[in-house]
């Protein structure tokens, strides 16, 4: 880009991405959305190397170009190696691609020497992870992590989260945010046929993932009068560890296909998470109008206040009281399964993509700044 030219859209993006969670999803839904706008998105995978199924999602969208690698996740336990070794594949490729704009989807390479503004966006953290789901602060080993984070955050020129409350939790653990902003993820419904619903409850997730609070559901299943079906990984990354459902029909990890048949067919998705900064399987439950059953936290209530119904994450007795009123209840379903397909309209991929190229924009053609990265103000590792 020329110095005084005036780029209205980034025409190349370079975006990192993992492939494990819903950061994949995001992404493809964004670049997607971006296909309209002549942007093309250079997508740079981490954490494992994508599946068949995801190669083949990636190769429907035209403007999408596939970069893979199996580098480490810097949540991952003992990462640093692997994250280091991506450094220099990123900027390999910053070379080859020449991007007029980063996006950035992870936090500890903020601080590389990028030739373009950087956006980074805020999915989840540790921190913040560890805060809602164990109660309190990681232990001291994590202070790598944190040192990470907080000099990729304090390097980037623009820092997004999909929910107020992630923003302010990220600007509280790791010190103010110069220039922040919140844009809410989004997605579009699907064709099915809702005169189909049945006698079901669905949720899915990361089952290893005790944020999304889905052993909850196991244990209340056998008390509920419809059978309860789980879909997700239950296989913890790095490890040979499992989850074990017993109460449950579980179907494995899905394709996004086999996804929205079963949201076609749930009268009820549930997600009772002790920690979900923005939750797009909720959002596509919506969109398919099921009744929503989440937890209560300040993401969540941020989002579907009025359009869902919200259980305390430990409070088992609640959890099951709720689900079995809504069973005895067609009518009660009805109303807010239409609430939460109302709601999720306020939250389409056309939208997050006027936001994003909106912001875009303005990375683009504002100065940037000549002060060296590494002289971000530090900021100390909170307290137990």
């Not at 064709?191 to 196991?218: C, H, P, Y």
């Not at 009660?332 to 609430?339: D, F, N, P, S, T």
Request: charged share 20%.
């Amino acid at each position: 880009m020329e110095e005084n030219s005036y780029l209205k859209y980034p025409r190349r993006i370079l975006m990192t991405a993992d492939t494990v969670g819903g950061v994949w999803t995001y992404s493809l839904n964004l670049a997607k959305a971006l296909a309209k706008f002549n942007v093309q998105v250079y997508l740079a995978t981490m954490g494992s190397l994508p599946n068949e199924k995801q190669k083949k999602q990636a190769a429907q969208i035209p403007n999408l170009t596939l970069h893979s690698s199996d580098y480490a996740l810097e949540w991952m336990e003992n990462p640093w190696e692997g994250v280091d070794k991506a450094g220099p594949w990123l900027m390999d490729l910053q070379k080859l691609i020449n991007p007029d704009l980063i996006h950035l989807n992870n936090y500890c390479h903020g601080h590389l020497d990028w030739k373009a503004p950087v956006m980074m966006v805020c999915h989840s953290c540790v921190f913040s992870w560890w805060e809602n789901v164990i109660g309190s602060t990681p232990p001291e080993h994590y202070q790598e992590y944190f040192t990470r984070v907080q000099r990729g955050l304090q390097a980037a020129d623009l820092v997004v989260a999909p929910s107020r409350d992630m923003l302010q939790s990220i600007s509280r653990i790791y010190g103010e945010l110069a220039n922040k902003i919140v844009i809410p993820n989004g997605g579009e419904p699907v064709t099915i046929e809702r005169d189909e619903k049945q006698d079901v409850i669905f949720s899915m997730g990361r089952l290893w993932d005790s944020a999304k609070n889905i052993e909850s559901l196991n244990r209340v299943a056998g008390d509920l009068s419809w059978p309860v079906v789980i879909a997700g990984d239950d296989a913890v990354p790095g490890s040979s560890e499992n989850s074990t459902f017993t109460n449950v029909t579980y179907t494995g990890k899905l394709d996004q296909d086999e996804v929205n048949g079963w949201l076609a067919k749930a009268s009820i998705y549930a997600l009772p998470a002790r920690y979900e900064p923005f939750g797009l399987s909720i959002l596509e439950a919506a969109h398919a109008g099921c009744t929503l059953v989440l937890g209560d936290i300040p993401s969540l209530r941020e989002n579907w206040i009025g359009a869902a119904f919200f259980v305390e994450p430990g409070n088992l007795e609640a959890l099951k009281y709720t689900l079995e009123t809504l069973i005895q209840r067609p009518e009660l379903r009805k109303k807010y399964a239409e609430r939460a397909a109302i709601r999720a309209k306020a939250f389409t991929t056309k939208r997050m993509a006027n936001l994003y190229l909106e912001k875009y924009e303005e990375l683009l053609n504002a100065p940037r700044l000549t002060a060296p990265k590494s002289a971000a103000k530090s900021v100390t590792l909170p307290n137990t």
